[in-house]
């Protein structure tokens, strides 16, 4: 299953251009969409699930073209975990999927079964007969991705599933992601680097409705390559006067000074060394350029 978004447009009422003439390939397995608060990543999610339609642009499933007629076909084909869920307060866990599962078109005994392998696999088994309403929003997000996960659906579509859990559940539920995706296409969308870091291959990343880069993880971190440096400085003094020329990333008290992090395009006049650019580095580098 592959997804292709050419030169979408999302305008809202208020005149907010959430999504500006983006132009996206999604291929197979799992990809990430990077991007801070009020990029466009939910919006983006929203077109994908048919939810809200663009305001120019077009969007192909597997070359099903997003039209009319072809809803409720992309619609089957999906599963979706929005960002904000309120699912059921007064049913259970266990009624709130079965309900929904039900709603999806799930067989009854197969969603019985999917229930009780994707609550395990969730670390919720032991809360089904808990009212939603009594559960914390890191727990209504698991169910609400069990619930996503139902249909096995062939697209996967994850608005921030990691938010709000600690760090343990955020591995689970990254390793499940990571092992739902095998043949299966699986968008998950983050603003934590670090998250994709450890799942994706693939990834693009958002900044004020645009794509400034889409690739391998890889490429992105050569990309940045030669351009983070670590350099040392006696004093805030000396730190202040390098930030007003480069952009500093962090600042961290060391024996003997201050060592910065610093994004230049070429060797900066200090005392540094470059170092092999993380995922984060890259993200920061890439969004650099934009500002
Ligand atoms: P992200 O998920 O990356 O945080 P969003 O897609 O939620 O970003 O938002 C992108 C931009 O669109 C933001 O400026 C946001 O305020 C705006 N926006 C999102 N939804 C609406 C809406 N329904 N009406 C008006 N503006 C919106
Ligand atoms: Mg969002």
């Known amino acids: 299953m592959s997804i292709h978004i050419e030169d979408l447009t999302v305008r809202f009422k208020n005149g907010v251009t959430a999504i500006n003439h983006a132009n996206l390939n999604i291929p197979n397995g799992i990809f990430g969409l990077l991007g801070e608060n009020g990029a466009g990543k939910t919006t983006l999610m929203r077109v ?30 999906i599963g979706y975990l929005p960002q904000e869920i309120d699912l059921y307060p007064n049913l259970t866990v266990q009624e709130c999927l079965e309900y929904m599962g039900d709603l999806a078109g799930v067989p009854k005994a197969e969603c019985k079964k999917r229930i009780e392998y994707y609550l395990k696999k969730t670390s919720l088994a032991e809360h089904r007969k808990k009212k939603m309403k009594q559960l914390s929003g890191g727990m209504k997000r698991r169910v609400g991705l069990v619930q996503a996960l139902l249909n096995e659906p062939e697209f996967l579509i994850v608005d921030e599933p990691t938010t709000g859990l600690d760090p343990e559940e955020r591995i689970r539920i990254r390793n499940l992601l990571v092992d739902f995706s095998e043949n299966r296409t699986v968008l998950f969308s983050t603003h934590v680097v670090e998250d994709l870091a450890a799942t994706c291959n693939q990834l693009a990343i958002m900044h004020k409705g645009s794509f400034l880069y889409a690739g391998s993880m890889k490429n992105l971190t050569e990309e940045a390559q030669g351009k983070i440096w670590i ?51 890259a993200y920061i580098y890439v969004t650099n350029q934009y500002e």
Do not use: F, H
């Not at 305001?55 to 809803?71: F, P, Q």
């Open 48 to 77: 994908l699930t048919t939810v809200l339609k663009p305001t120019s642009g077009t969007v192909t499933l597997d070359r099903i073209l997003y039209s009319e007629g072809n809803y409720e076909k992309i619609q089957r084909k």
């Open 231 to 281: 350099c040392k400085v006696p004093d805030e003094r000396k730190a202040r006067e390098v930030e007003q020329k480069y952009r500093i990333t962090s600042k961290q008290y060391v024996e003997g000074g201050l060592q910065l992090r610093v994004i230049s395009e070429i060797q900066p006049e200090l005392e540094c060394m470059s170092i092999p650019a993380t995922l984060e580095d």
